[in-house]
């Protein structure tokens, strides 16, 4: 590939990924969605951590489903008691690695 297709292609891409961005501000500038569409796209990021982390749980460890249950489980209590994301991190992967002493 030549240095002047690379330049394209991240152009390309670059405008690509600014559209669908752009769009919403540009079409609803001055305007409030209703309640119920407000509450919809509050959740979006939410259900989208769950499509993409979900099927990690599960694989996580071939041959081992309690292992990402183990996981999932840790965060989940971490989290549920209001800690912040780098702890709920930090203490499933700390509560992986004594688990995996003991397996």
Avoid: C, D, W
Wanted: no cysteine; charged share 5%; glycine share 8%.
């Amino acid at each position: 590939m030549t240095s002047s297709l690379i330049i394209f292609i991240i152009i390309g891409m670059a405008v690509v990924t600014y559209i669908p961005r752009m769009l919403p501000f540009v079409m609803f500038r001055g305007r409030e969605l209703p309640p119920f569409i407000q509450g919809v796209l509050q959740n979006v990021p939410f259900a989208t951590l769950g499509a993409l982390i979900f099927p990690a749980v599960l694989l996580i460890n071939e041959g081992n489903l309690l292992y990402g249950v183990v996981g999932a489980a840790a965060a989940f209590i971490i989290a549920f008691l209001g800690a912040n994301v780098i702890i709920v991190v930090i203490g499933a992967i700390a509560v992986l690695s004594i688990y995996s002493l003991f397996i």
